[in-house]
């Protein structure tokens, strides 16, 4: 499995961003497809989760309500809706894949098989 995530840039504080993560290879239903960020001098910390079948998601509490994982099985691509974006949002942004059955750990980067490149986003005030 391979992830190319895209879609960051930079945008005033307020606006919004759609990144995309576009997945090769084969692709389970029972896959969970993650997006975690990491700031400068910080963790790496979990965002939004999706089961490939798109029946389950999960979000990092401080984000529910601004952020929506969704994913469009026809075109293997999972996608990071992020609306009223604040500069604490700057990070570098990650998408992964888990390929253990299941929705238990979808919080935890370590369990997580596949990872993206990251793509940067930056939010200025």
């Known amino acids: 499995v391979q992830l190319q995530a895209s879609g960051g840039g930079l945008v005033q504080a307020g606006g919004s961003l759609r990144l995309s993560c576009a997945a090769s290879?084969?692709?389970?239903?029972?896959?969970?497809m993650g997006w975690f960020r990491q700031a400068p001098g910080k963790e790496c910390e979990f965002v939004a989760a999706?089961?490939?079948?798109?029946?389950?998601?999960r979000y990092a509490n401080s984000l529910k309500g601004r952020f929506t994982v969704s994913r469009d099985s026809a075109e293997n691509t999972v996608y990071l809706q992020m609306n009223s974006l604040r500069p604490e949002d700057t990070a570098v942004y990650y998408c992964?894949?888990?390929?253990?059955?299941?929705?238990?750990?979808?919080?935890?980067?370590?369990?997580?098989?596949?990872w993206g490149q990251g793509t940067q986003v930056t939010v200025s005030s």
């Open positions: 999706i089961n490939w079948g798109g029946s389950t998601t």
């Open positions: 992964a894949a888990e390929t253990r059955p299941g929705f238990s750990y979808y919080y935890v980067g370590e369990y997580y098989d596949y």
């Open positions: 290879g084969r692709i389970n239903s029972n896959y969970v």
